[in-house]
């Protein structure tokens, strides 16, 4: 069933689930930093960040342990508002950052950083969601 949400173009996935459209690229830059990208091809509802790995329920953000960015702009770490920020439009693009040995955890609309850095326990295990 996931198999059908992706088409492979050029390098990037066009992902479409329940109506919702958005383009993530994803990449390590190195072992020490997660990075990644989503641009977006229409602004219905997205919300993307960081979640604990055994995390499986819940809305980036909004659960125990995660942090995000929603399309309906705010700025999340665990249920708490951290920054209102301007709604995504079409064209957007979002970046997340998380540098696993400091901890620090950096969202980037349009190549501009979103407030301020947030903090992430140093041992977390978190994966880009």
């Known amino acids: 069933m996931a198999d059908d949400l992706f088409v492979k ?48 329920s819940g809305v980036v953000g909004w659960t125990t342990s995660s942090y995000g960015v929603e399309g309906s702009g705010e700025l999340l770490r665990e249920g708490e508002l951290v920054l209102k920020i301007p709604p995504f439009s079409a ?7 998380w540098d696993k040995k400091s901890g620090l955890v950096n969202f980037f609309l349009n190549r501009e950083r979103l407030g301020e850095q947030l903090v992430a326990p140093v041992d977390a295990r978190m994966f880009p969601a």
């Open 9 to 56: 173009r050029a390098e990037t996935f066009i992902v479409e689930h329940e109506g919702f459209y958005y383009e993530p690229k994803t990449f390590v830059r190195h072992k020490e930093e997660s990075y990644f990208e989503t641009s977006l091809l229409r602004n219905n509802g997205i919300c993307v960040g960081f979640v604990p790995r055994n995390e499986n």
């Open 91 to 97: 064209g957007d693009t979002i970046a997340c950052s």
